[in-house]
């Protein structure tokens, strides 16, 4: 016999990836609710207003978020390097399987939060030269109008009342209601600050409010409250906790009160002290005028029987004697002056009188003008009958000019350097030099024969006139046999 076999237990059910990521998670949820895990922040980033950062020991990193509604809550900023405290809730994110710590609180290990969160913010305005002492404006001595903004009903608005009215009584105060401490404090102060400095009109500005707790000071550790004190345009006072709180308004603000009273004080002097003030600047600039008065005195006995003044007595007497000449030449110009306005008047009149006479001109231009066409007309006409004369006598001229007779061949001799023509071989010898005048120029020669005188015989032109030829000519200027 066999013994049976014993059967093989069952497989477990298999279950789909979403269906073990959801078990998974809803586990996690449930049995890691409210958990506090503490490590280093390895990186951290801010998108869509979500924080993404990692928490890291010596061997081990965990994934982590926090919400925005969350992180506006942080009043610190986280960065890489802090070690923190995570309070938060296990949880699987199903898209990448990825397990993480989703966190409803961050606190910074070793110092505090708030205390994390006041270096922070003032590093970071003190880099921005918010603390500069160069940026701090002076307080007025004595203002007429006071802005203070506080709770109505706390014990600061009360301390600077009684000191204002106990220094200096009469004074305008304007208060602007606001909470100074919890949750929507540091907005009311902020808008405060802002809306006195767009009314304007107010000689300085507190900002006010008791001791308290870190906590309760923290409205005026914010960046909102620190950049509206930055921004105003009255002068500002922080005036906010006891002697020993600072807080980041009293680093921005122009000056810092250690307490309420101490803010009223700086702010309004005593009357008696100005009064005391004004009555002791009184005496001591009556010593001082009288003096120097006294010592002014002297100097102008010592100028007076100086030679310098008496010199310039002279210069004086010497300046008043020039006036008086002057005003004397001034007055005979003056009496001179009718006498030739009457004469400018005198011909003034003997113009007018004369005005018909040039009222003639005109006529008389109009005249002369025809006058003058018509002359010029007959210049013309006689010129010109004058002009054809003269042509006419040219062309006579022309005819008889020995010129027109050189231009038909004919030529004139000279004796060299004689201004009379040779008639006669007989005035000349052989060897002298003549001049020989023809129609384009003069030829120089030498005398070399002499001949008889010319025949001449009278023979009819063509034309019917008679005209003298003369005969062949011998050698030039034969000698006669």
Known sequence: MFPSPVPAPAPPRPYSVSELLAEVGQSLRTS????????????????????????????????????????????????????????????????????????????????????????????????????????????PMLPNRIAIVTSPDGAAIRDILNVVRRRFDGLSITIYPARVQGSGAAAEIAE?????????????????????????????????????????????????????????????????????????????????????????AGSRI???????????????????????????????????????????????????????????????????????????????????????SHLARAMARTIERGRGRLSGAADKLQLVSPLAVLARGYAVAYREGGSSPLLSPSEVRIGDRIRVRVSEGQISAVVGERGSALRRRRTADPAGESVTRFGALGPLFEEDE
């Open 192 to 280: 405060g600050i802002r809306a006195f400095s767009k009314q304007g009109g107010f000689d300085v500005l507190i900002v006010a409010r008791g001791g308290g707790s870190a906590e309760d000071l923290a409205a005026f550790n914010d960046e909102r409250v620190a950049r509206a004190l930055a921004a105003s345009r009255i002068p500002t006072i922080s005036a906010v906790g006891h002697e020993t709180d600072w807080t980041i308004s009293d680093f921005v603000a122009d000056l810092r009160a250690a307490t309420p009273s101490a803010a009223a004080e700086q702010v309004v002097a005593k009357k008696e002290e100005l009064r005391r003030r004004v009555t002791g």
């Open 32 to 139: 890691w609710r409210d958990i506090s895990v503490v490590g280093e922040i390895s990186r951290w980033e801010i998108r869509g207003g979500h924080g993404y950062f990692s928490l890291k020991d010596r061997s081990g990193c965990l994934s982590a978020i926090i919400f925005a509604s969350d992180l506006r809550r942080v009043p610190f900023q986280p960065r890489a390097g802090q070690e923190i405290v995570v309070r938060g809730s296990l949880d699987l994110w199903a898209p990448q399987g990825k397990f993480q710590i989703k966190a409803v609180g961050i606190e910074p290990v070793g110092a505090g939060a708030l205390q994390l969160a006041f270096e922070q913010l003032k590093e970071k305005l003190a880099a921005e030269g918010l603390f500069e002492k160069s940026r701090k404006r002076p307080i």
């Open 286 to 372: 009556r010593r001082a005028m009288t003096v120097f008065l006294s010592g002014r005195r002297g100097d102008l006995a010592k100028l007076s029987r100086a030679e310098g003044l008496l010199a310039f007595r002279y210069r004086l007497r010497e300046k008043r004697e020039r006036v008086i000449q002057s005003r004397a030449a001034l007055a005979s110009t003056l009496e001179r002056r009718p006498a030739e306005y009457a004469g400018r008047v005198a011909r003034a009149l003997e113009a007018l009188r004369a005005f018909p006479r040039r009222a003639e001109l005109a006529r008389k231009r109009d005249g002369v003008e025809s006058r003058q």
